[in-house]
């Protein structure tokens, strides 16, 4: 008994020692270190108020206009002009890691839900996944300097294979939260992947700002030319995607398929993400649009919808149609475009 009294007391009295050096410690802390952490904080929490500002229900309207052309022989393309009806849910919330998932609800008399892309934010990344071109990803690592203070965002495909990174600050200035990240690349988007072979990568800026009616996707992208040799530049593009808040949708249809398949694409962004940490860079096997890749996957996801396979099983099949078409031995970039052709 005595040994166990005699431990007690060596255990409190270590305790009281840990914790009268805590005081010490946060006492010893200056005026300038206090204030410096308390700011902070508060960029911390405003960051956050504004990522999470970006999910509801929305109309959006897609507004693309090429703008400057660097090819002598290149004339400008019509402006490109679309819209639909979007949902975006928030399906993680870790305090320094949100995902917000997009769901489209398109069609005329007869609504239906389209998965569309994701965004996932990371506050002061290790690292983040990039765009290098010829569908390929690596994964850039990063200094703490490089992202202090700083969020990553990682776009995702609808099957959720990645598309394209960047690292970049909230800035809550003149009323208004917006995050802008110096230029990366990424893929085409679909409405030129499929209807033209000119260009290989968008050199782009993206920016999200928050508005009092929803928030705005701007673009600054330059078209690249990737063959045969250094990137040039064919065109210039900018890019405003607005997503005002709307209501007078059939929003059910969006939030139904996702409670109907969240466990199937639960598995399939794991599936991603293990291919991701394991590979320092990784690619398809195929270029241009891949729809090869990602029609498959949707199927899979409609027949967990429509009760025709469990989650399970649709998720093996589709790490199946993943491990056709991935790669961890990426062939050079100029390699990998002249498949393409």
Known sequence: MRIKIIAGAAIGLAAFALGACAATNAQTASPAQSAAASHRDADFEADRKAILAMAGNYHVTFDFIETVSFDEDYELKDRKLSGGDEIVRIIADEGDFISL???????????????HWRQDWRYEPESVLVFVGGNTWETRELSKAETKGKW?????????????????????ENGVSAWTPPHEWRPLPRRDATTRDDYQAVDAVNRHAITPDGWVHEQDNTKLVLTGGEPHALVREIAINTYKKFDDFEIAIGDDYWAATEEFWAEIRGEWTRIEDENQRFGLTVQGEPEAVYMPILELAAAVKDGEKSSDEAADEARAVIASFVTTRPAPLQARLAQAK
């Open 152 to 172: 990553s965002q990682v776009v995702y495909q609808v099957d959720d294979a990645p598309r394209y990174g960047a690292v970049g600050e909230w800035r809550h």
């Open 101 to 115: 998932q997009h769901i489209l609800v398109v069609g005329g008399d007869e609504k239906f839900p389209v998965k």
